[in-house]
Structure formats: C-alpha cells, structure tokens
C-alpha cells in the first residue's frame, strides 16, 4: 500500500497509520476492519435564532470512533470548514492517544461548522447551548466526554455544564459531562496549560535518549495558539532558547532568542506574532525550515510533507498538533535520521489532565497544581520510556512503537469484551 499523497487529510494519515500498525501486528482482517471504522457517526443541523433576528443554519458532527476502553473523549472543533471526514481522523487519533497514556477513555470528538470569529460573545454562547441541546443525548460521562478544542474554550464548556444542568433541574451535572470547564464550575487547575506543558516533558525526556541538554536548546515553534504558547513559554523557563515562532500572520526570528513572555503579551495586544520588537519578521512557512535542535509544530496538520521534509533542520521534531507530519514525510524524515515525537504521545498531556479532572469531578474532589503538575510530568516521562523501549526492541521509529502499543491494548480491550455483539 502506497502511502497517502502528500496533501492528505488526517482522516487518510490515520487510517495509513492504524493499517500499517495492523499489518506490523499481523491482526486478522475483522480486527483491522474493525479498527479502521467509526463505532457511530452522528451529522445534525441546528437553527439557532441570533439577537438581530437572523436564523443561523449549521452543521454539526459527534463521532464516536472506538469506546471499547471506555466513554469516547475528544474536543469540540469549531472552525469554517470543519466536516465529517475531520471529525471521524482527529476521533481515530483520540482512540490511540487515550490508549498509549494509560486512560479509560476511547476516542471521540466533535464539530461545529461555523467561524467562531464571526460571532459575538453572545452569539456564539446561543450556537454552543443549541448544539448542546441537539446533542445532548449523544453527550454524557459514559458516552462522549468532550473538551475544548480549535475554535472552543473553556468558557464554552461553561455554558455547555449549565444547559445540560439546567435541562436536568439540578445545580450540576450527574457526572463529568464535560472537561477543560472554568475552575469555579469544577474544572480543573492547569489543565489549559496540559497540552504544552506535556509536550515538552517529551522534548525533555528525548533530551535524555540522545544527550542533549534542554537548557541551551534551540526551538522553533510554529503556531502561537494554546498549544504553541505555552511549549514556548515552558520552554524558555526550562532555559531553551525559542529563536523562531509563527502563526496565521507570518513569523518572527531572532538568532539570540525570543523573549517568549513579551511575545505573548504583543500577541495579546495586538492578535499575531508579526511586527513584534523583538525580532525580525520572516515569512512563516521559513519557521519550519529554521536551523534548530527542536522544531515543534503545533497549529495545523499536513504541515511537513514530502516538498520539505528535506529541508527539516532540527534534530528532534516534537508533534505539538495532530498529524503534522504526512506519511510520506515521516519516512523522509526517518531516513534522515530525525527524531520524531509522535503526535499521540507528545500532545497527550492535556487528555491525561482531562482524566484528572472526570476523577476529581467524579469523586468530588479538589487537586492542587502542584499535583496535576507532577502526575503529568510522570505519566509523560514513563509513557516515553515504554514507547522508546520498545522503539529500540523491535527497530521501529517512535511513531511505529507508540502505535504498536496504543492499537494493541485496543484489541485487548475487544477480545475481553467478545468479538460478539
């Protein structure tokens, strides 16, 4: 099977990726149909009626990929384009993100077709509680446990938690419906923070395989979002030097390093990185190629494909964003000897937080930050180590290993349940 072309979707990347991991664990063809298939798929229209009249028309999607290790968990996506097709991969990449971390979850995820950035305040809080309400019975802590994702925040889950609540006649919801919520409403310190800081909890303990040391690192980091910002910043703090960052509007450099911290607060005047004092202003697709010892990529995927796969500096490759790196560009990159974090394991940090806070809410419980920081930090350093070990037994790239481990505790999960309905 040839590899997908090189402007593949993430729907096409995951499937390449779960079908070559069944071949390398020779599973039967009923464990690889099963695999390669959404558990449930669920496409809704929703009208709600906006302050000046208008009636808006939008699409929805919840999928529901593969719940065998338990209820699917995956953000909510909100963007202008998002469609079915994306929905089901980023649900396919939740399935093995949740299983390679070690939590109960299966994988899901969900979207909302619409540009948030068209919408007031107000305005997108009446679109979130009529998805919400459409889906609602698609939507609970032993179905589909959804987060913030591209386009939502945690303000959003807010609102989510009082419709649902509010439906139900209670002060709270029976359960964790939902996660990365307000800490006032029983979410959970540190986890907007989760994501990046797990990321580079993984650059640290690649440091470690390969001798290098994370004070003095060069990093390059394309996107400036949640996930990008944060990996910068705790970079930085752990004495890196970020010498490359961009977004939607270009990219800044500076061979002596970005101050990360008034970056961010150029960023928050003024919505992008470009123009900002303290470097010079680049083009943003050079931020990729930037000659670096890390480069992580935390917007979009399909970023690194096979046209500059070649023109990759850096000696590690830490996937901040889901499937960044397209197949044909992983096998480039592996000839050439790049070490590459996959994607279900460098940005999982924030699922595993996600976890904390369904146990915390669960349990009615509180965590300190001090706590969510140190469980994080351990479950990222021990889930490298068995991936890397692996890695090494078997002669497979990282990618490969952490894959290997993901879908076959996934297929344990089937055969114990029963291959019967």
């Known amino acids: 099977m040839n590899p997908p072309p090189s402007n593949s979707t993430i729907l096409q990347t995951a499937l390449w990726n779960v079908q070559q991991a069944a071949r390398r664990l020779e599973l039967d063809e009923n464990l690889t149909r099963r695999l390669s298939e959404p558990s449930e798929q669920i496409r809704k229209v929703i009208h709600p009626l906006m302050p000046d009249g208008r009636s808006l028309h939008v699409l929805a999607y919840v999928v529901r990929y593969n719940d065998v290790l338990g209820p699917a968990k995956g953000g909510i996506r909100m963007t202008a384009t998002v ?51 459409g889906l609602h019975r698609h939507i609970g802590p032993e179905i589909y446990v959804p987060a913030p994702d591209m386009g939502t925040n945690e303000r959003d889950m807010g609102h989510i938690c009082d419709c649902i609540s509010y439906s139900s006649g209670t002060s709270i919801t029976a359960g964790c419906f939902v996660t990365g919520k307000p800490v006032v409403l029983g979410g959970i310190v540190g986890r907007r923070e989760a994501t990046g800081r797990g990321v580079v909890s993984t650059i640290a303990a690649a440091c470690q395989r390969l001798n290098l040391r994370l004070p003095g690192l060069r990093a390059a980091v394309q996107g400036f979002g949640n996930v990008g910002s ?50 010079s202003d680049v083009p943003r697709d050079e931020v990729l190629e930037t000659d670096c010892d890390v480069l992580i990529p935390a917007a979009a995927g399909s970023v690194i494909t096979e046209q500059n796969a070649g023109r990759i500096r850096a ?17 480039i990159l592996g000839d050439r000897q790049v070490f590459v974090i996959p994607d279900i394991l460098c940005n999982a940090g924030g699922v595993f937080v996600s976890y904390l806070e369904y146990t915390q809410e669960t349990q009615r419980d509180q965590m300190t930050r001090e706590e969510v920081e140190r ?35 996934v297929v344990d999960g089937i055969i114990a349940r029963g291959l019967l309905p």
């Open 83 to 133: 469609d079915l097709d994306e929905v089901t991969g980023l649900a396919m990449e939740m399935t093995w993100k949740t299983s390679l971390i070690g939590v109960p979850f299966g994988g899901g995820k969900a979207g909302i077709c619409y540009d948030p950035a068209q919408l007031r305040p107000t305005e997108k809080e009446i679109l979130i509680r009529a998805f919400t309400r």
């Open 315 to 331: 000696r590690i490759v830490a996937e901040g964003a889901n499937a960044p790196v397209t197949p044909a560009a992983d096998a």
């Open 375 to 409: 469980r994080l930090a351990e479950r990222m350093q021990t889930t490298f180590e068995k991936v890397h070990e692996r890695a090494e037994r078997t002669a497979v790239t990282m990618r490969h290993a952490a894959m290997d481990i993901a879908v076959s505790r």
């Open 230 to 279: 944060v990996t910068a910043l705790a970079l930085a703090e752990a004495g890196a030097s970020v010498v490359a960052v961009s977004d939607l509007s270009g990219g800044i450099f500076s061979k002596d390093g970005l101050d990360v911290r008034r970056l961010a607060e150029h960023v928050q005047e003024t919505g992008h990185v470009r123009g900002f004092a303290g470097g």
